[in-house]
């Protein structure tokens, strides 16, 4: 089915990265047709159901790459026959690597297996309120920047904010069972938010939620990860178990604010992590102080919550992030922080978490005395 296309420029357009699958679009087999006469190129692009500033943004990556070669470049991107969809399933999977494709037959969730690269974290606290969503958000947004791969789950699907949080209003592609995560500031994002509208309550129980915080880690080409963030619902309920069940391989860090009594509440998430059996790596303290035009550090909200738990729990105390108008401004207005207050210690919460290293794995019948 497929025609000659102009080897030029399928080599111009191997760097042009289809934007959320992140990987090229010559290596995902979306170029249908590519040919030039008289220093004219012209270029047809398939894609899902191409939304128009999708299809406006790829037109232009794809004009960017071409236009030092010719003096003019016509791009079209529209919707894929079936049997092209398909190809792109294949070089999606093929991309993905084959265990990863293998584990998804299986309904095994990729990040599983003891061999995967990819760490997942994820952000909890008995409390609601304290600033998971903004903390997974932020701290997501300074890993990317710093080069690795992200993906954040909006787990908390009753209370869902990240699409918001992110500017996100692209709802993700759907190839076959693969559902393709949209990408905000370099995170790729997987929200009930992206399917229910803002004004429909959700209301599944346990088992529909299950099932959906399945799909949405089985379903998902989440691709090569280095980091899957997980921002989960405030308390201890049904979906720290299902992640528990998917995700064996997690770390939890927990979020709790400078007051003692916020801190109980964060040890409780803590607890319910360890029942879980898996690892809490640290806590992070927020809102711990507002910096003033005097320079002056101010704890509003009183001092010690975050050491005090770091204490009884026994791990570190990662990062303690101050109090910024443009971080709570940003949260409304889909613009993640990365200039005002609090960028440095968000910067600085991600080294320490890169610099961590993932978990390692006690087995407890392989006990060395
Ligand atoms: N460091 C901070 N400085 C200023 N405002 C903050 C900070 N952290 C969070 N906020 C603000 O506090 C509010 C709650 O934050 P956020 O939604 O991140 O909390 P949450 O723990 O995820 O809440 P929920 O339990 O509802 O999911 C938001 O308006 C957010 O912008
Ligand atoms: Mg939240």
Known sequence: MATELDPQIVERLRGVMEPDFRASIVDLRMITHASSSRNKAQVEIATLAPLPEYSKELEGLVVDALKGDYKEVK????????????????ALVAIEGTAAAAARLERKPPFSAGSSPTRVIGISSGKGGVGKSSVTVNLAVSLAKMGYEVGLLDADVYGFSIPAML???????????????????????????????DDTPV????????????QFIVDVFWG??????????PGTGDVALSLGEYLPKSEVFVVTTPQLAAER??????????????????????????????????????????????????VPLVGKIPLSVTLREGGDTGVPENSGQ???????????IVDMGPARRYRSELKIN
């Open 342 to 352: 609090g960028t440095k210690e968000f910067n600085e919460l991600a080294q320490r």
């Open 167 to 197: 500017g996100i209003e692209r709802k993700p592609q759907l190839i076959g069972n693969l559902m393709v995560p949209p990408v905000g500031y370099g995170v790729k994002v997987m929200s009930v938010g992206f399917f229910v509208s």
């Open 224 to 233: 090569k990860l280095d980091y899957l963030l997980i921002d989960m619902p």
């Open 75 to 90: 791009v079209r991107v529209q919707p894929g026959t079936p049997s092209v969809l398909e190809e792109i399933a294949e």
């Open 265 to 314: 509440v964060a040890q409780r998430s803590a607890l319910a992590a360890r029942k879980l059996k898996l690892p809490v790596r640290g806590v992070i303290e927020n809102m711990s102080y507002f910096v003033g035009d005097d320079q002056k550090k101010y704890e509003i909200f009183g001092s010690g919550g975050g050491e005090a738990l770091a204490e009884s729990l026994a």
């Open 203 to 214: 209301i599944w129980r346990g088992p529909m939620l299950h099932k959906t915080l399945e």
